[in-house]
């Protein structure tokens, strides 16, 4: 079994990090704001999925998203756009 750290991105600019097993059926959660999404979803507006990575276990997926929530928005942005060498720097 897959599991995914995610980032999304509100039309407002803001962030949001998970992580999970099944990556559509969560991000359908997310988008049409159901029961199990986020309640930072649910509140901050329309997310769109911007970024993904895939890892073969639950604690490898929690290790990325405690570590990516930790990061400064200028490096989860480098990350985003794949700007390794900024990411670096940063």
Known sequence: MS???YILRSINKDLYIG???NLEKRIHEHI???KKSAK???EHGDFKLIYSEEYQTRLESM???KQLKGWSRKKKD???SGNLELLKQL
Do not use: G, M, W
Request: net charge positive.
């Open 3 to 5: 599991y995914f750290v």
């Open 19 to 21: 992580q999970t097993n």
């Open 32 to 34: 049409d704001h159901l």
């Open 40 to 42: 930072f979803t649910k």
């Open 63 to 65: 290790r990325r998203e």
């Open 78 to 80: 480098a990350l985003i």
